[in-house]
C-alpha cells in the first residue's frame, strides 16, 4: 500500500542538528513532492518546505531559511530533512507528507507517522 | 502570507447532531484559471498524524464517511459533519495549499461530545 515511514524519535542538544528521513513505498516516487510539516507538543500544524522528487526543487518557509535542507534520494526512494543550529522550540514531531511534484502544491493524501524531535541540555 | 483563522476553537457536540467548522483565509485561494479553492480539512486524532478529509474545498477523499462535507468559495470555507459519531472525536485543521511559498494552516478546532 502507499505509505510513508519515518525514522525513529530523536533527542538532540541546544546547537545541534537533526536529520529525519522518510521513505516512501506503493507508489512512483519521483512523481510527487514531499512537503515537511511539524507540531510542537500540544499545538497546531506548521508547514516547514517542499521538495520536488522528481528534480531536487525546493521551496523553504522563510522562517526557517538558512537552517534547513531537505533532499531526496530517489534510489531508495526516500527524502530527508535537515534542521541545524537546534533550539529548545524546535521540539516537535516532525511529519513528511506527500504533495505535488511542481507548480501548485496538491492537498496531503499520505502522511507519515512523524518523528518526535527533543530539543534538550 | 495567507493566513487561516477558523472558529470556533472548540466544539460541543451530541451524538447525532450536526457540528460545523468555519474557516476563513485572509486572501481568496481560489484560482481563476482552473475555478479551483485551495482548501483542504484534516482530521488529527492524539498520537496520529492529520487525515486528509476533503480537498479542493468540497471533494471528499476516497473511504471518508459522507456524513462529512464541505463548502464555500474565495475566502469562506465549512467543514460539515452531519450526524456526529464517537469516532469523530478530533481536531480539525483547514489549510490552503494556494500558495507556491507557504502553505498555512488553521489553528485548528477541538470537537468534543456533548
Known amino acids: 500500500q502507499v505509505q510513508l515511514v519515518q525514522s525513529g524519535a530523536e533527542v538532540k542538544k541546544p546547537g545541534a542538528s537533526v536529520k529525519v528521513s522518510c521513505k516512501a513505498s506503493g507508489y512512483t516516487f519521483t512523481s510527487y513532492g514531499i512537503s515537511w510539516v511539524r507540531q510542537a507538543p500540544g499545538q497546531g500544524l506548521e508547514w516547514m518546505g517542499w521538495i520536488s522528487a522528481y528534480n531536487g526543487n525546493t521551496n523553504y518557509a522563510q522562517k526557517l531559511q538558512g537552517r534547513v535542507t531537505m533532499t531526496t534520494d530517489t534510489s531508495t526512494s526516500t527524502a530527508y530533512m535537515e534542521l541545524r543550529s537546534l533550539r529548545s522550540d524546535d521540539t516537535a514531531v516532525y511529519y513528511c507528507?506527500?504533495?505535488?511534484?511542481?507548480?501548485?502544491?496538491?492537498?496531503?493524501?499520505?502522511w507519515g507517522q512523524g518523528t518526535m524531535v527533543t530539543v534538550s541540555s | 502570507d495567507i493566513v487561516m483563522t477558523q472558529s470556533p476553537d472548540s466544539l460541543a457536540v451530541s451524538l447525532g447532531e450536526r457540528a460545523t467548522i468555519n474557516c476563513k483565509s485572509s486572501q481568496s485561494v481560489l484560482y481563476s484559471s482552473n475555478n479551483k479553492n485551495y482548501l483542504a480539512w484534516y482530521q488529527q486524532k492524539p498520537g496520529q498524524p492529520p487525515k486528509l478529509l476533503i480537498y479542493w474545498a468540497s471533494t471528499r477523499e476516497s473511504g471518508v464517511p459522507d456524513r462529512f462535507s464541505g463548502s464555500g468559495s474565495g475566502t469562506d470555507f465549512t467543514l460539515t459533519i452531519s450526524s456526529l459519531q464517537a469516532e469523530d472525536v478530533a481536531v480539525y485543521y483547514c489549510q490552503q495549499y494556494y500558495s507556491t511559498l507557504l502553505v498555512t494552516f488553521g489553528q485548528g478546532t477541538r470537537l468534543e461530545i456533548k
Open positions: 507528507a506527500r504533495d505535488s511534484v511542481g507548480g501548485h502544491h496538491d492537498a496531503f493524501d499520505i
